[in-house]
């Protein structure tokens, strides 16, 4: 094995923790990173992981050792990249929200494989937060504030909730004037793991909340948009589901004023992801596209 691969297979698995999750990452088998472990712990002739009941966790010249590889691998791929006409290619994992995905970051990944022949895509739609090292991805979407402090961040823009009903229901109930005036409608609920059903308004601090009986619990958007679209009762999805659906005029957005504060959407990569060509050209390509197009509002 390469020696600088080898120092790479070692930084995977301290960064997932387990041999499993390096192997996962790398697309490699659980005994080839074990293999590659004992080979570099035998050159050392030192210890370099402990391993607990759960994970595995670097021992004090195991920290040293990741801490020495990851800015030599940085210095590599910064080698790599600054190289004039550096080729991009390989594979490139990206992951999104399941409707964004399929409406926004699909369109994008399409013109990145057309401008770049040599890259193939792994696109792995899901609405959870994949963990970026655990399941092997290089860059991420991200829809609302950032939990993890582990991650490097590029805001493409922002969404808000939106309220938005038909115009045959509004013609047949009326308009809402302000958020209490729900409570006399129908509404469509997205259902979620907490039971409240109610639904913010305004700045979090000093909001408006509206506790509903919904008339149609919906696990999933497109449904709850299709029961709004057919006058079932008023909605609240997420700007970016909508846009197709306001410019046509078959949904109406109300209640504007009251709206709660954006969310910003970002692209996330690891903060110990090495920027690849074809990751840094993807990230390029992603925010150019979603900040020039007015694919988010």
């Known amino acids: ?3 600088l691969d080898e120092l ?6 301290i960064e997932a923790g387990s041999l499993i999750g390096a192997a996962r990452r790398l697309r490699r088998s659980p005994p080839a990173v074990t293999r590659a472990l004992g080979a ?4 050392i002739g030192l210890r370099l992981v402990e391993r607990t009941t759960r994970r595995l966790a670097p021992t004090e010249a195991g920290s040293a050792l990741a801490e020495r590889a ?5 210095d590599y791929d910064t080698a790599l990249t600054g190289v004039a006409h550096a080729p991009v290619r390989g594979v490139l994992r990206i992951t999104a929200p399941v409707q964004f995905g399929r409406r926004h970051v699909a369109p994008v990944v399409s013109a990145f494989l057309n401008e770049y022949p040599e890259v193939r895509v792994e696109l792995t739609l899901n609405d959870r937060n994949l963990d970026l090292i655990e399941e092997g991805l290089d860059v991420a979407v991200r829809i609302g504030p950032l939990a993890d402090s582990n991650l490097v961040a590029r805001q493409i823009g922002s969404v808000r909730r939106v309220v938005v009903a038909s115009p045959e229901y509004l ?3 009326g ?3 302000t958020p209490p005036d729900l409570a006399t409608h129908d509404t469509i609920f997205g259902m979620a793991r907490s039971p409240a059903r109610e639904w913010r308004f305004g700045p979090p601090t000093r909001g408006i909340v509206v506790r509903l009986v919904p008339r ?4 999933d958007v497109d449904a709850q948009l299709q029961a709004a679209l057919a006058g079932r009762g008023i909605a609240r999805p997420l700007s970016y589901q909508v846009t197709a659906e306001l410019a046509a005029g078959t949904l109406v957005r109300i209640l504007r004023e009251f709206e709660p504060e954006p969310l910003p959407v970002h692209l996330v990569t690891s903060s110990r992801s090495h920027l690849s060509p074809k990751l840094r050209a993807f990230l390029d390509t992603a925010t150019r596209t979603f900040r020039s197009g007015g694919l988010i509002r």
């Open 1 to 3: 094995m390469d020696r």
């Open 8 to 13: 790479a297979v070692f930084v995977a698995i």
């Open 40 to 43: 570099l712990e035998d050159r």
């Open 70 to 74: 990851r800015a030599l691998l940085t």
């Open 171 to 173: 013609a047949r109930r």
């Open 175 to 177: 308009e809402p004037r």
């Open 216 to 219: 149609l619990l919906v696990d």
